[in-house]
């Protein structure tokens, strides 16, 4: 009993000598835990937002119905996912920021925690070290963030989605979602402390005290002293850390965050090319290249002495390079949704859709009119006829029980040779929804299932085709992916009939087409078809076009009965949707690029300090003040320069393969704005740079140059 | 319990130079290597004062360091109160440190963001027998600390410093106390103290000191004096 009470005051004097440590670092902390508080709110914030988004849906579909929600659902899914994967990369930033700071501050106290060593301390303390650090400071930033997130996302639910924007069974969730965040926090201070202070903790006592290699000597000892093992494993024991954290914050943002799988993997993908090219960037080309030119080049100017610098410090090195990049990556997307969502959706719409405007005719007659016209103005285009059908009409299947209509898209013509229209003979394209109401086939899941996951069985009726034939070779020869591209169609032979014809092949499509503004259920080709075309059926012409034609097709149709949808309205309907959206991702933005800032502005200074004999040597030898700092700063600058450009152009090339791959969609970026984002990248760390040289030659106090 | 509470057997110690770097292994080659200790063998009694003297350049910091546990040897073993200790865990040898074994050092080491009392009591926090030394007070009151013991570090004297360097090395009243020139950053008359203060304090509790100077004077109120020259103990 005396032991046990013995051991938990001896713990309790251990967390409080560790504490009293940081007595000197009381800017450090306190701008970590402003850090901490940060990106708690802005954690907080997205988690209530999410939430609220998925209670506001249900009861949306437990009120209007499937139908009239799944349109709603689908955006912002979509806007979700986009969120999701921003707070993903900001937390990556964030943590990397985070840990930047935790490693400076910590390493400040190496001396002393190595004089702790010499008197008894040991690895088990270093964990008593990080809970005390994670408790405290855990917990408080998890409730101040909680209080801001909350504050921020009340302020933001009631811009945007007006009276009664936050479903009751939020505040339900409001304990959950603290308890997920108060999970988050603790976790990464604990792993980031133990980064550190496991690499500080186990090196050599003579290294630190007496400024000797003792690491190199040892490291000669292979197979003579049990040091040598026990040197390798600091070095993998800082690293599990690293793992550890990442991921902790991979399986973290996955369950607490909506981000699609897809998405997820692919971001994922994403972060490890972008991380394996960056790397093999510094270790192969930065690296030799700094070595090369240092053994090969002597001495003439201050460049010549950054140059010889860059590098040395490894983990500083690559905390920076990681903190650059992901803060890149994510002005780079935000910038590209801010300033250009509506050109990346006019072009994912065209490229994804295969066109952008729809002319429908109301008199049956027009459309002889209006394919003239448009001959005339040589605009291609794909004509159709579409109608709302009675689900009677459908011979040879089932009748849903509720009945009900759907709209049907018959191909007439394919002028345009627009592959997006192209239904294989005998064939017929339906929409997931359809298939699944008339029994041909059946979602994961519920219909109202707002996630999007469309997992296709097909339903053991007439054909009764069961999932081992899919998993068959047979079967598997028999899947294909459309000529389509985005359409991943599955062929099967069913013998079944539709509108009184016998289908022995036909396609499934599994197309989003919440973007359509066709939202047609079955597309079929009518010369295979022969439905019979009378008036009763609306002449659709699908046009691909700039935002230009679009105006001279509204003036040439403009005499003729003839409605026009262009994608500009839906485009202009989501790119507000995202702009409400983007004061949430700006402030999760603004959250990042503060504590970058201050992650830079504290690492900067520092270093200015800590390096302020070297700097008075190269003024006492002639350099001015500002060409001294410059010595310092070119490192910083070298460093955000490489990281940023190599980012941008990772995100140019891989952002493609992620959307494309992802997300089965297409958005491309655009260039020049990904150019402006890696140069405000460099700029702004040349800004704090200098701020920080300016704040510290005002704090310097005595100068050894006495005549400046 | 063996008779000598120190016990160092064919101690080397071989620094290798940057060029020595990029091989694999240990070179047999002696090209690229340094050999600071060659061969030191010497034993030590309880309740004695040694001096470790030579040189600059000698070995005497990198003996005591091999000495005390906080660098190992290239070759040869040193055994601590009976203990072989480079054999042991890392805990074991945390353990054992904080038990048996004080360290002075010339530039003192506090802990900065400590008080002068938090830096005495500190190695108290690791120790798993005891959180509490009854006498702290009576001592700092013997060295003229009492009235510092809110102080931190900066604004404590040299002497201070070292006084306070010195109870936070015999807190867990340690059965071997290694000092590195203990003397050196203090001027003649405030060494001189100190040292009285360590023979005093050793001859009351039979503990052992190894300590490290250049300086003969301190050497001469040593019960022993061991050499070195070029790594070797020459007398």
């Known amino acids: 009993m005396d032991g ?35 990106l708690s709110s802005a954690i907080s914030m997205v988690l209530l937002v999410q939430e609220n988004n998925s209670v506001l849906i249900a009861d949306g579909i437990s009120k209007g119905g499937f139908s009239e929600t799944e349109k709603m659902s689908m955006l912002y899914d979509s806007t979700e996912n986009i969120l999701g994967i921003i707070v993903v ?35 088990k303390d270093i964990l008593y070290k990080a809970l005390a650090d994670a408790l405290i400071y855990g917990i408080i930033s998890c409730f101040f963030g909680y209080v801001i997130g909350y504050g921020l996302f009340k302020g933001f639910s009631r811009d945007i989605l007006g009276a009664g924007y936050i479903m009751g069974a939020v505040s339900g969730y409001s304990v959950l979602i603290f308890g997920k965040l108060l999970v988050f926090m603790p976790v990464l201070i604990i792993l980031c402390n133990l980064y550190t202070d496991l690499a500080i903790v186990n090196r050599p006592i003579v290294e630190v005290l007496y400024e000797r290699n003792a690491e190199i000597s040892r490291r000669r ?13 600091y070095i993998i024991d800082s690293r599990y850390a690293a793992i550890a954290l990442c991921v902790f914050i991979m399986l973290y943002a996955f369950a607490a965050f909506h981000i699609d799988g897809a998405a997820f993997k692919a971001l994922m993908i994403m972060a490890a090319f972008i991380f394996a090219f960056s790397y093999i960037l510094f270790k192969l080309f930065f690296r030799l290249f700094v070595d090369r030119v240092r053994n090969n080049k002597a001495l003439h100017t201050l460049r010549d002495i950054t140059r010889c610098f860059m590098c040395a410090r490894k983990r500083r090195d690559i905390l920076l390079a990681c903190v650059i990049s992901m803060g890149t990556v994510l002005i780079c997307i935000v910038s590209n949704i801010r300033f250009n969502i509506s050109g990346i959706l006019r072009s994912a719409y065209q490229d994804n859709m295969g ?9 049956y007659e027009d459309r002889v009119n209006v394919r003239e016209a448009l001959k005339e103005m040589k605009i291609g285009y794909t004509s159709a006829y579409s109608k709302l059908m009675d689900y009677s009409d459908l011979a040879g299947i089932e009748e849903p029980d509720d009945g009900g209509k759907f709209w049907a898209l018959v191909i007439d013509e394919g002028t345009d040779d627009n592959t997006h229209f192209r239904v294989p003979e005998h064939g017929v394209v339906v929409e997931s929804y359809f298939a699944g109401r008339c029994g041909l086939m059946e979602q994961g899941g519920s219909y109202g299932d707002i996630q999007g996951n469309q997992k296709y069985n097909v339903q053991a009726n007439n054909g009764q085709i069961s999932d081992e034939y899919f998993n068959s070779e047979q079967g598997n020869n028999r899947q294909k992916k459309s000529e389509q591209g985005q359409s991943e169609q599955m062929n099967i032979e069913q013998d079944i009939k539709l509108f009184g014809g016998h289908i022995s092949s036909w396609q499934l499509s599994d197309t989003d087409q919440y973007l359509s503004l066709v939202n047609y259920n079955v597309m079929i080709n009518y010369n295979d078809w022969k439905l019979g075309i009378d008036e009763e059926w609306s002449p659709i012409f699908l046009i691909d076009a700039s935002k230009l034609q679009e105006k001279m097709i509204a003036d040439a149709v403009s005499d003729y009965d003839c409605h026009i ?29 503060l504590v970058i800032s201050s992650v830079f502005y504290t690492l900067i200074r520092k270093d200015l300090i800590s390096r302020r004999t070297e700097l008075y040597m190269y003024r006492v030898f002639g350099a001015t003040g500002s060409q001294a700092d410059m010595v310092v700063f070119g490192e910083y600058i070298i460093i955000a320069l490489v990281s940023s450009v190599v980012v941008t152009v990772a995100v140019l090339i891989i952002g493609e393969l992620y959307f494309y ?12 704005i990904l150019l402006i984002t890696a140069g405000t990248a460099m700029i702004f760390i040349f800004v704090c740079c200098k701020a920080a040289g300016f704040i510290s030659r005002k704090g310097a106090g005595v100068q050894v140059i006495r005549d400046e | 319990m063996s008779e000598y509470i120190l016990e160092v057997n064919n101690v080397s110690k071989i620094i290798y130079t940057d060029k020595c770097k990029k091989s694999k292994g240990v070179s047999d080659k002696p090209q690229g290597t340094s050999r600071i200790l060659d061969n030191v063998s010497f034993t030590l009694e309880r309740g004695k004062i040694t ?46 440190r904080n038990r048996n074994i004080g360290i002075l050092f010339q530039n003192y080491h506090l802990i900065p963001e400590l008080t002068c009392e938090e830096n005495i009591r500190m190695p108290l926090c690791f120790s798993s027998d005891s959180n509490d030394n009854p006498r702290i007070d009576e001592w700092m009151n013997a060295v003229g600390l009492y009235d510092k013991k809110k102080l931190f570090p900066r604004q404590l004297s040299g002497g201070e410093q070292q006084r306070t360097a ?70």
């Not at chain 1, 309205?569 to 959206?581: A, F, H, T, V």
């Not at chain 1, 791959?661 to 020049?672: E, R, T």
């Open chain 1, 355 to 363: 066109y952008s405007i729809l002319v429908r005719c109301d008199d």
């Open chain 2, 166 to 235: 010195i109870l936070r090395a015999l807190v867990n009243k340690p059965q071997i106390l290694f000092a590195d020139e203990p003397t050196g950053a203090l001027d003649s008359k405030t060494g001189r103290q100190i040292m009285e203060f360590l023979v005093a304090y050793t001859h009351r509790s039979n503990m052992t000191i190894v300590l490290v100077t250049h300086d003969m004077e301190i050497a001469g109120m040593c019960d022993r004096q061991i050499e070195l020259a070029d790594g070797s103990v020459v007398g």
């Open chain 2, 51 to 96: 001096a470790i003297v030579g040189k600059s350049g000698s070995g005497k910091s990198t003996l005591l360091s091999i000495v005390s546990g906080i660098d190992a040897p290239t070759t040869g073993n040193v055994k601590l109160i009976g203990e072989n200790y480079y054999k042991l865990s890392k805990r074991k040898k945390a353990e054992f």
């Open chain 1, 4 to 38: 046990k009470r013995m051991s938990k005051n001896s713990v309790l004097t251990k967390i409080t000598l560790f504490l009293k440590l940081y007595r000197g670092k009381k800017a450090e902390n306190i701008i970590l835990l402003l850090l901490y508080t940060l």
């Open chain 1, 89 to 123: 990369i900001t937390l990556f930033a964030g943590v990397a920021g985070v840990m930047c700071l935790i490693h400076f501050r910590n390493h400040e106290l190496m001396k002393s925690m190595v004089i702790l060593r010499t008197y008894g301390m040991n690895e």
């Open chain 1, 565 to 593: 949808e262009s994608a500009s309205g839906l485009i202009d309907e989501i790119s507000q949707l995202m702009k409400d959206y983007m004061r949430i991702i700006a402030v999760t933005a603004a959250t990042l690029i």
């Open chain 1, 661 to 672: 791959y992802g997300l089965h969609k297409h958005f491309p970026f655009s260039v020049p």
């Open chain 1, 221 to 233: 000892l292979n197979g003579r002293t049990d040091d040598e093992g026990k040197l390798a494993k």
